[in-house]
């Protein structure tokens, strides 16, 4: 069992950033890939990002790339997302995800926060 809890949303300016932190527990962090993703309102929860186990493989939705960063601190137990540059179009619940041994970019995540919410004025 992992239990996720997100932190770090809120209200910002278009162009602005804010960093997304998912703090996980209850089992061997090290083991799991980690996923964020984002769901708008009356849409489908859609892939932000992901990182391998070992942060050696990062993958990302083309509508993020260069403007969003995922990390790692395996140390900590926690997953980070930075987000720069950012525009209306980003609004969204964030969710982080956690699957035992890979990343893949599809919802086939075992575990799930409970997501904050992120909102982009323009």
């Known amino acids: 069992q992992v239990q996720l809890v997100e932190s770090g949303g809120g209200l910002v300016q278009a162009g602005g950033s804010l960093r997304l932190s998912c703090a996980a527990s209850g089992s061997s962090f090290v083991s799991y890939g980690m996923g964020w993703f984002r769901q708008a309102p009356g849409k489908e929860r859609v892939f932000v990002a992901a990182i391998s186990p070992r942060a050696d493989t990062t993958h990302y939705a083309d509508s993020v790339k260069g403007r969003f960063t995922i990390s790692r601190d395996n140390a900590k137990d926690t997953v980070y997302l930075q987000m720069n540059s950012l525009k209306p179009e980003d609004t969204a619940i964030y969710y982080c995800?956690?699957?035992?041994?890979?990343?893949?970019?599809?919802?086939?995540?075992?575990?799930w926060g409970q997501g904050t919410q992120v909102t982009v004025s323009s």
């Open positions: 995800a956690a699957q035992y041994g890979y990343i893949t970019p599809t919802v086939d995540y075992d575990y």
